[in-house]
């Protein structure tokens, strides 16, 4: 078999799949029905282009033999991205971390239909390391800090931070007054899946988020807030403000969903991942980033 050519290698990640128990007759045949919303065309010109290896990072044709459980690993392509016309910026970089500022509007990594515009992408072919791996995500919609592992060796270390919340998170967020709350504020409350299901509510039951707010300007009409999650629950911050009543800024989900799905570039969701704080896992130094990123329209 032939190796994947380092170019693709470098260029993108790859997505993976164990293949379901079935009676294909080719990796083929079962991929383009576990994926029925990708045409046979497709999947055969990925084959072709060396875009479909198994785990070891061998190529596989389109002839190759199906085997249940099977690890297949594949690049995927959208025919027409939207460009995102934000740069991100590299705040540190060493042989283990990557520390990046992202702008609005761009996701982390490849999701739906965004696969070239995607900040795990773009540094992948910046700094040429095809071993990046996000350690912790933010909303597409948010801009800020996102810290990367740039090396396998050490990874796991780093991703224990947040397994056992021994890092810091800071946001900002630009939002509606709350002058009958007292602060700093501890919003304690259970998140569970909404509707749609790419959206966040809150439910009846125990907690499982835990968000502490502060002010840092009170300013007019806005107030700008400081959030420190303790928990990383799917769009907390989002859902955890619009509850208390004071939606964060140009948010189109919370608390209810525009009817507008386009992304509107003058109107970023004013929320921003503004610093990160631990002690490195490997030589117990003191870290703090910060975000040189601003959110308009703050006194």
Known sequence: MTELPSTVAT????????LPDGRWSTVLDCLCEHFAAISRQRWLSRFERGLVQDATGHVLTATTPFRAQLEVRYFREVETETPIPFTETVVYADANLVVADKPHFLPVAPVGEWVEQTLLVRLMRRLANPQLVPLHRIDRATA????????????????????????????EALAA???????P???RSRLVRGEPFFRTREAVGPANSETRI?????????WRYELRPATGRKHQLRVHMAALG???????WYPALSTDAADDFTRPLALL???????????GAARVFESQRELAGAS
């Open 185 to 187: 504020l501890l919003h």
């Open 214 to 222: 502060g002010i840092l300007a009170r300013g007019a009409p806005l």
């Open 177 to 183: 007054p709350l002058p009958r709350h007292r602060f």
């Open 11 to 18: 260029s993108r990640p790859a997505s993976t799949v164990s």
């Open 144 to 171: 800020g800090l996102v810290l990367f592992s740039a090396n396998p060796a050490t990874r796991a270390s780093y991703q224990a931070l947040f397994r056992e919340r021994r890092i810091t998170k800071v946001y």
């Open 246 to 252: 004071a939606p964060i800024a140009n948010d189109p």
């Open 273 to 283: 991942a503004r610093a990160l704080e631990f002690d490195d896992p490997l030589s």
